[in-house]
Each structure stands twice: as structure tokens, then as C-alpha cells.
């Protein structure tokens, strides 16, 4: 069955200390992985997918298909980082999120 | 990029009656979907809005209580019909302009209280 685990409901860090969000997953089929991210009073936004390797706004994700793991990093969080933060896999356009992460950057 | 713009912002029902979300894109998308968020849970989908066709269901979901409709390549609706408490929940219409692993594009939801 195809399952998205994000363990962590809050990640509270200091500014310019590094972040990790975990996600693992699991599914039967080669997997498309994204986080998505919700800022305080806007949309949610796709923040990367895996199928791109690029960073943005420093986060990056490496798939790892031995661990099914998808985790997002970022070495010096900062303030404007804190929002909630969604790990989703997409099969077939449709997309399965996990619990999410509350991600506060204290300064 | 897809701008999606939905309607009503918000609102609050009495139990026992239906509310239909309507959901534009600005631009012609290949697939639409709609989800709903819980208080405090993540987003589930609930199905997928098939253009020209009845929409698929996701399990759970079923097309009495969601009535969904696509006339166009840039406009859908949802229904949640006979509303209960248990309704109330922000529903998020998305889109995706090319194929499946293009961007998910999605609208800024619809906040219902169901009393």
C-alpha cells in the first residue's frame, strides 16, 4: 500500500542552525516524491520534487530508494523557514501527503 | 504556471443542506483534483475531476456526498451534499498542466463550518 510518514508534527530550531525534516514512504512502483510548502496565509506552494534535484531557497531532498526515504535539509535555517511543510508522493498525478511538519525558526 | 481561484472563500451551513465549490484555472489543465483538509490533519484527495466524464473516487469518498463536474478544460465544481458537522473542513481544488509529474498547482481553499 502506498503511505507517506512524516514523524515529526513540530521541528523547532534556531535561526542559522541546520534542518532536517524526515519523510519516509512506501510504494510498489518507482516513486515520485515532492514537498510542498504552506506559509502563514498563503496557498500551498511546491517547494521541490525529487525528479529535478534542484534547491530551492536552500532546502534540498535526496531520494534514497534503499532507506524509501525522501528527507528535506536545509544548512542554516531561517526565520522566513518556518511554515508547515507537506512530504507527497504522486502516482498517477494524484497526490498522497504526509501528516506534515510545523517548522519553527526561532531567533 | 496555473492560477487557480475558488469560490466561496468560506462559508458556514446548516446540517442537512449542500454547498457547491466552483474552481478556475486561468489557463487549460490536463487533470483537476479536489481534496479536503480535516481540522489539524493533512489533505486526502477525493477524487479526480475528469473532464467531459464522471469524476473517479477515491476510496472513501463517494459521488452522492461529492457530486463533482468538469465541463471544461479550465472549470470544475464540488458539492458536499446533506452536510454534517463532520463536513466541516477546508476543500482545495488543484491542477496540473502537463502530465503527471509536472507541477501540482493548487487554490487557496474553502474553509466550511457545518453547524
Known amino acids: 500500500a502506498q503511505r507517506v510518514t512524516q514523524p515529526e508534527k513540530l521541528l523547532s530550531v534556531f535561526k542559522g542552525a541546520p534542518v532536517e525534516l524526515k519523510c519516509n514512504y512506501s510504494y510498489s512502483g518507482s516513486p515520485e516524491l515532492f514537498w510542498y510548502v504552506q506559509y502563514s496565509r498563503q496557498r500551498l506552494q511546491l517547494l521541490l520534487r525529487h525528479i529535478s534535484r534542484e534547491s530551492i531557497k536552500g532546502f534540498t531532498a535526496d531520494l534514497n530508494k534503499g532507506e524509501t526515504s525522501f528527507h528535506l535539509k536545509k544548512p542554516f535555517a531561517q526565520e522566513e523557514d518556518s511554515a508547515m511543510y507537506y512530504c507527497a508522493l504522486s502516482g498517477w498525478g494524484k497526490l498522497q501527503f504526509g501528516a506534515g511538519t510545523q517548522v519553527v525558526v526561532t531567533p | 504556471s496555473a492560477v487557480i481561484s475558488q469560490k466561496p472563500s468560506r462559508d458556514i451551513c446548516q446540517r442537512g443542506t449542500s454547498l457547491t465549490i466552483q474552481c478556475q484555472v486561468d489557463?487549460?489543465?490536463?487533470?483537476m483534483f479536489w481534496y479536503r483538509q480535516q481540522p489539524g490533519q493533512s489533505l486526502t484527495l477525493i477524487a479526480t475531476a475528469n473532464q467531459g466524464s464522471e469524476a473517479t473516487y477515491e476510496s472513501g469518498f463517494v459521488i452522492d456526498k461529492f457530486p463533482i463536474s468538469r465541463p471544461n478544460l479550465t472549470f470544475s465544481t464540488l458539492t458536499v451534499s446533506n452536510m454534517s458537522p463532520e463536513d466541516s473542513s477546508i476543500y482545495l481544488c488543484?491542477?496540473?498542466?502537463?502530465?503527471?509529474?509536472?507541477?501540482?498547482?493548487f487554490g487557496p481553499g474553502t474553509r466550511l463550518t457545518v453547524l
Open positions: 489557463s487549460q489543465v490536463t487533470m
Open positions: 488543484s491542477a496540473v498542466a502537463g502530465g503527471y509529474t509536472d507541477t501540482q498547482y
